[in-house]
């Protein structure tokens, strides 16, 4: 069983994202959404900077976000063929809800912008976990549209990044377990010469 809710000791090893492209409606309500938001205001974050934001894109949005990607692939990419661009308009439409997190550095600090990355990092995965907490499914995407310059013009300012693309929303079907690395691989015993 994927996200068991009974207990958070049986979630947090049980935990599988959803494919956007999967999720259908219901999605989290507005209440569900700021409760989302503020769930993961509790992220560790050194120097209690919050160097992290999100904008919500509504579902009245998702033609005009479309749009907008399309317009700023085909500036990068003038030979787009209409595969790609079709590709780019599903993602914008697919899963009822579209949280984009946004990297927001501070450079006036000491704290180094790799513990600010890695803080931006647990705070997409605590929004994850808090999609699953109500019982929806959560999916964490990047892509061509992250890296764009255009594209996170559309969301932010030129000193902050795209996080990823947050979507939520109800599985249309069942989840698949994936791969994951064996534990021997990832755990080992500190070994120092005495
Ligand atoms: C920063 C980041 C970016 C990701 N971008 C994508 C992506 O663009 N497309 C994709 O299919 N999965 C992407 N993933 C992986 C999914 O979020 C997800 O982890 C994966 O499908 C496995 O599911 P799981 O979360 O249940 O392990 C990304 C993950 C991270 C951490």
């Not at 255009?150 to 599985?171: K, M, N, Y």
Request: hydrophobic share 40%.
């Amino acid at each position: 069983m994927f996200n068991d809710l009974s207990s958070l000791s049986s979630y947090l090893p049980s935990r599988r994202s959803g494919r956007p492209r999967n999720m259908i409606a219901p999605g989290p309500s507005d209440k569900q959404i700021e409760d989302i938001v503020a769930t993961a205001l509790r992220t560790p974050d050194h120097g209690k900077l919050a160097p992290w934001r999100v904008v919500r894109v509504d579902s009245d949005q998702r033609g005009r976000l479309a749009t907008e990607l399309v317009k700023a692939y085909r500036t990068e990419k003038p030979d787009a063929g209409r595969l790609e661009l079709e590709a780019l308009d599903a993602m914008a439409h697919q899963a009822p809800t579209l949280l984009v997190v946004l990297f927001s550095p501070v450079t006036s600090t000491k704290i180094p912008i790799w513990e600010q990355e890695l803080s931006c990092g647990a705070f997409c995965m605590n929004i994850i976990h808090a999609i699953h907490a109500r019982d929806f499914v959560g999916g964490w995407i990047t892509g061509w549209p992250s890296y764009n310059d255009d594209v996170r013009d559309l969301f932010g300012e030129a000193s902050e990044r795209i996080a990823g693309f947050i979507f939520a929303g109800t599985t249309d079907c069942e989840l698949a377990e994936r791969p994951r690395p064996e534990l021997a691989s990832i755990l080992s015993k500190w070994k120092i010469e005495q």
